[in-house]
């Protein structure tokens, strides 16, 4: 139900222009994201969930 096929730039796009790792991508996936009739707080949420996780992996010496 998301909007993407509507833009010219897709997420992948970005991914790969930026080799974004894996929680990076998903996140900028998720701010591009944009679902009618649907609030944007859970993305937000979500966003905040996986910032946490990069964080404890960085912290534990994991590097992408």
Same mark, same amino acid.
């Given at each position: 139900n998301s909007d993407y096929a509507k833009h010219? *730039? #897709?997420p992948w796009d970005i991914w790969i222009e930026y080799?974004?790792?894996p929680f990076d991508a998903d996140i900028v996936k998720r701010v591009l994201r944009n679902? #009618?009739?649907?609030?944007?707080?859970m993305?937000? @949420?979500?966003?905040?969930?996986i910032c946490k996780?990069? *964080?404890? #992996?960085i912290e534990g010496?994991? @590097?992408w």
């Open positions: 010219t *730039i #897709q080799r974004l790792n679902k #009618q009739n649907e609030s944007r707080k993305d937000y @949420e979500k966003i905040i969930h996780e990069r *964080i404890r #992996q010496g994991i @590097e």
